[in-house]
């Protein structure tokens, strides 16, 4: 660049690093998401019923930890994706911030 002016290099490193993380984090809910659905035992962290308490408590219990688990999944997703996105805005706004300060402004 003959003007002096120099792309922000550490920017747009920080930027595909926080978009490469973002990426790992959706991966990793999808390994996660993959491995609740190959589990034949959904409800495997509840304690088993006793004898005296009805049967529905069982089901109702591993209904809800598999309802709280799916909606964990969504949730880790949408935040690596926004997490992605950031990064990706962070790469982009490094190299528009070099372009648009080598255009002189018209007034």
């Known amino acids: 660049m003959p003007d ?3 792309p922000d290099l550490l920017a747009r490193l920080l930027g595909v690093l ?3 993380g973002g990426l790992a984090i ?3 809910v999808l ?3 993959y491995g609740l659905y190959t589990d034949p035992t959904l409800g495997h962290g509840l304690k ?3 004898p005296t308490d009805p049967v529905w408590t069982g ?3 591993g209904f809800v930890s598999l309802v709280v ?3 964990l999944l969504f949730l880790g997703s949408v935040c690596g994706s926004l997490i992605a996105n950031k990064g ?3 790469y982009v706004g490094a190299l528009t911030s070099v372009q648009s300060a080598s255009r002189p402004t018209s007034e």
């Open 4 to 6: 002096g002016k120099r």
């Open 18 to 20: 926080t978009f490469v």
């Open 26 to 28: 959706i991966a990793f």
């Open 31 to 33: 390994k996660l998401g």
């Open 48 to 50: 088993p019923a006793k």
């Open 59 to 61: 089901i109702v219990g």
């Open 69 to 71: 688990r799916i909606l």
């Open 88 to 90: 990706l805005r962070l």
